[in-house]
């Protein structure tokens, strides 16, 4: 069963910085790419950032595009998102995500709000 666990986001004030995690269970991690989204209040999902499945690859949305950065752990079955210069434009919650054979599988999300 294909699992997507979202941690580490929260409160923090603009300018600041959160890093989330998403550990990943019920599927060989290293065969796929990973990519984080987000859904603020009242809008549609977008996707925020992607990696390929080795790493070596990755592309963001122009809107965090040099203030975000996506990683991943092979050996732990984990991607990364590190986010900085945080506006509250990015208050939202924040999905990881993976696709094969044809579905999506989502996590459960976390909250991130940027407030002062």
């Known amino acids: 069963q294909v699992r997507l666990v979202e941690s580490g986001g929260g409160l923090v004030q603009p300018g600041g910085s959160l890093r989330l995690s998403c550990a990943a269970s019920?599927?060989?991690?290293?065969?796929?790419?990973m990519s984080w989204y987000r859904q603020a209040a009242g809008k549609e999902r977008e996707l925020v950032a992607r990696?390929?499945?080795?790493?070596?690859?990755?592309n963001y949305a122009d809107s965090v595009k040099g203030r975000c950065t996506i990683s991943r752990d092979n050996g732990m079955d984990t991607v990364y998102l590190q986010m900085s210069s945080l506006n509250p434009e990015d208050t939202a919650v924040y999905y990881c995500?993976?696709?094969?054979?044809?579905?999506?599988?989502w996590g459960q999300g976390t909250q991130v709000t940027v407030s002062s």
């Open positions: 019920g599927f060989t991690f290293s065969r796929y790419d």
């Open positions: 995500n993976v696709r094969f054979f044809g579905a999506a599988y």
């Open positions: 990696i390929s499945n080795t790493g070596g690859s990755t």
